[in-house]
């Protein structure tokens, strides 16, 4: 269930949220155009289930509408349907997401905006997407489905690679550091306790705060804890649903923790590299955003942004993952496709640098006599690399 949302929320649009529409902006028309095409009708079903009013009050599109922007695009220039669902329980955000849905579908967008929450619906959209490709975008002000509720859906409901299955879903870092200090605590809420062992399919979380109770240094080892938790939940969401899953931080500024964790699943080798091309791009306009934010307030300082210089990223990025290819080929001694070892190509650069990087790289391991392939003529994620001996 959400918790609900400050008055001043939808007045703009905060950093962390600039973050995480970017990405969903950039990877939700790919992830329509490359499953939608293949699909029989064409149609591709998408469900925000946390949509709240849409738009900001400002005028900035928000989830909801940059969901329903997607949609229209995809009709006009691909003739693709992106059928989307929202879901807002509250009344007076729901009213504001109404009128916003209303207006595309005036412009042939289909779509549907429920009032109530995300469970209550969830079934009736995997059976409409029972023979198409479905993203489900779950981005909470709180606590997550359960991890029991999503495993239903990724790995009984919807199992197979084909029509795909991705999520996008916020798991919520600050709720992580409220509820282990209620472990913590010998007044602790056990309610509350209960609700996030159903978020984590288990108690095996609180075992992370308990140590830290004993710890001398009991902030930092709780700040550990979170960090510790956060990627347990990953680890086991993968195992249970058999998805390929990633983990991003998102904070408000690079001197703050994460106040949430955006993880993504797939089956698609296509799919997690698109993602982390997304991520990449995202994190660069976050950080223009943040410049541009600090030197609107007269914050800007050398001391104040710690932004990488991007080319120097890039520089470093290159001759590493270079590397990375000589190995992959190494150790396969056979062709290979680089959409189909992702997390290999990219190593420590995966979401830090973008696809054109890899190219680079293909092409200083190419000089360097590793490989007959150059990568010319073919996008980057579907060139096949060649072991030195092989002719390409």
């Not at 992830?31 to 946390?50: C, E, I, N, Q």
């Not at 290159?318 to 290819?325: D, F, H």
Request: proline residues 5%.
């Amino acid at each position: 269930m959400s918790s609900g949302t400050g008055g001043g929320y939808w007045a703009d649009k905060a950093l962390p949220s600039v973050f995480k529409h970017d990405l969903l902006k950039r990877y939700l028309p790919q992830f329509g155009g490359m499953t939608g095409t293949r699909s029989r009708d064409k149609r591709v079903v998408y469900l925000d289930g946390y949509a709240g009013e849409g738009r900001y009050e400002n005028g900035d599109p928000a989830s909801g509408e940059i969901a329903l922007q997607v949609a229209k695009d995809l009709r006009t220039s691909a003739g693709l349907t992106l059928e989307c669902f929202f879901c807002e329980p509250q009344a007076k955000s729901f009213d504001r997401l109404h009128e916003v849905v209303h207006q595309y579908l005036a412009r042939g967008v289909r779509a549907h905006a429920h009032r109530g929450e995300v469970d209550g619906i969830l079934d009736r959209v995997v059976e409409r997407a029972v023979r198409e490709s479905l993203f489900l975008f779950l981005d909470p002000t709180g606590l997550v489905l359960p991890q029991d509720r999503l495993v239903d859906v990724l790995a009984q409901k919807r199992p197979q690679k084909w029509p795909p299955t991705e999520l996008l879903m916020n798991f919520s870092m600050m709720a992580v550091w409220r509820l282990g200090g209620h472990v913590r605590s010998p007044k602790g809420n056990e309610k509350s306790l209960q609700r996030f062992d159903d978020v984590c399919g288990g108690t095996w979380w609180r075992e992370y705060f308990a140590d830290a109770v004993a710890s001398h240094d009991k902030d930092g080892a709780a700040e550990d804890a979170i960090e510790a938790v956060a990627a347990e939940y990953a680890r086991r969401l993968e195992r249970r649903t058999g998805m390929l899953v990633r983990s991003v931080p998102v904070s408000h500024s690079p001197r703050k923790r994460a106040v949430y964790r955006l993880v993504f699943a797939t089956r698609s080798p296509y799919g997690l590299w698109v993602f982390g091309d997304t991520v990449a791009r995202a994190r660069a306009t976050w950080w223009e955003t943040l410049e541009e934010r600090e030197e609107d307030d007269g914050l800007f300082s050398m001391a104040s942004v710690t932004r990488p210089d991007p080319k120097e990223v890039e520089a470093k990025a290159v001759p590493e993952i270079a590397e990375n290819l000589a190995k992959l080929l190494a150790r396969t001694r056979r062709p290979v496709k680089l959409v189909d070892h992702t997390l290999e190509v990219f190593g420590a650069f995966y979401g830090q640098v973008t696809e054109p990087v890899v190219r680079q790289a293909v092409r200083l391991l190419h000089e360097q006599g590793g490989t007959p392939s150059n990568g010319v003529g073919v996008r980057t994620r579907e060139i096949t690399l060649y072991p030195g001996n092989l002719a390409a």
